[in-house]
T-cell receptor, first 111, second 115 residues
Framework: GEDVEQSLFLSVREGDSSVINCTYT??????LYWYKQEPGAGLQLLTY?????DMKQDQRLTVLLNKKDKHLSLRIADTQTGDSAIYFC???????????FGTGTRLQVFP | DADVTQTPRNRITKTGKRIMLECSQT?????MYWYRQDPGLGLRLIYY???????NKGEISDGYSVSRQAQAKFSLSLESAIPNQTALYFC??????????????FGEGSRLTVL
């Protein structure tokens, strides 16, 4: 199937690290993505990783890719209240070239 | 002005009514998409179009139809709305050139309530 799975909720204290996990289905996906949706808004691309990479770091964000287990994670260091949002992972389906999204993880940051 | 504009932003309608959600973009992208968002289910693809003459069904196309009137315009219709079509609908665009990552650019969403 085309299921991309994530846990629904994550709650962290401000200043701690957040780790959001995702499992995907298409082992031939060329790119995997993390999108962020703030309240009342559409989704915006946060970061992406090319499938031949294991890790990508971008300021406070670290993306880890385990192709063997089809597992993608997003680590946010020093989590701030402004990071509170829904985070979606997504993969490109190689045979159709369409983007499939996960269920989304709602990150809540408390002081 | 937003690059991807959806109208209406909010709509309340009754069961059986015909509804059209419109999307226009100024990004010059060939590819356009309609998704719906439901709590706990994430985003699910309804229809997508890779150019003006190309229309494809997504995961949940039943009960919906689309029209790609021009490169910049992609509309979604519900011929006879039913309550389980109550959701937040997103239009998105992308430009999947050879070196492009395939990033999607989203509109701000259209919230539809069917009573």
């Amino acid at each position: 199937g085309e299921d991309v799975e994530q846990s629904l909720f994550l709650s962290v204290r401000e200043g701690d690290s957040s780790v959001i996990n995702c499992t995907y289905t298409d082992s031939s996906s060329t790119y995997l993505y993390w999108y962020k949706q703030e309240p009342g808004a559409g989704l915006q691309l946060l970061t992406y990783i090319f499938s031949n990479m294991d890790m990508k770091q971008d300021q406070r964000l670290t993306v880890l890719l385990n192709k063997k287990d089809k597992h993608l994670s997003l680590r946010i260091a020093d989590t701030q209240t402004g990071d509170s949002a829904i985070y979606f992972c997504a993969e490109i389906m190689r045979n159709t070239d369409k983007l499939i999204f996960g269920t989304g993880t709602r990150l809540q940051v408390f002081p | 002005d937003a690059d991807v504009t959806q109208t209406p932003r909010n709509r309340i309608t009754k069961t059986g009514k015909r509804i059209m959600l419109e999307c226009s973009q100024t990004k010059g992208h060939d590819r356009m998409y309609w998704y719906r968002q439901d709590p706990g289910l994430g985003l699910r693809l309804i229809y997508y179009s890779f150019d003006v003459k190309d229309i494809n069904k997504g995961e949940i196309s039943d009960g919906y139809s689309v029209s790609r009137q021009a490169q910049a315009k992609f509309s979604l219709s519900l011929e006879s709305a039913i309550p389980n079509q109550t959701a937040l609908y997103f239009c998105a665009t992308s430009d999947r050139a050879g070196t492009d990552t395939g990033e999607l650019f989203f509109g701000e969403g259209s919230r539809l309530t069917v009573l």
